[in-house]
Nanobody
Framework: QVQLVESGGGSVQAGGSLRLSCAAS????????MGWYRQTPGKQRELVAG????????TYADSVRGRFTISRDNAKNTVYLQMNSLKPEDTAVYYC??????????WGQGTQVTVSS
């Protein structure tokens, strides 16, 4: 089974930066996507950023575009999320996600990001 291990969460002041990492292990094939989602209590899980392995296409939520950067190391099956200019509204639990089409969908355990004003 695929497993995802996240790291890099923590607490920062507004305007600060964090870098999240997610390392995947297990049976992973050539066609897949990885991304980062976030969730706060009472809200739906929101896509923050995603990246394709094939064409390297990237997707960002409007709220983070220009501040966050997603990147990937295919050889290590690892995805990163560089988060700059953090705002209090970025506070959430961030989840790494890996999708193997058409049905398989794997999640990390979640890592807390807290941004104070």
């Amino acid at each position: 089974q695929v497993q995802l291990v996240e790291s890099g969460g923590g607490s920062v002041q507004a305007g600060g930066s964090l870098r999240l990492s997610c390392a995947a292990s297990g049976p992973i094939y050539s066609v897949y996507t990885m991304g980062w989602y976030r969730q706060t209590p009472g809200k739906q899980r929101e896509l923050v950023a995603g990246i394709e392995t094939g064409d390297d296409r990237k997707t960002y939520a409007d709220s983070v575009r220009g501040r966050f950067t997603i990147s990937r190391d295919n050889a290590k099956n690892t995805v990163y999320l560089q988060m700059n200019s953090l705002k209090p509204e970025d506070t959430a639990v961030y989840y790494c996600n890996l999708r193997l089409p058409p049905f398989s969908n794997y999640w990390g355990q979640g890592t807390q990001v807290t941004v104070s004003s």
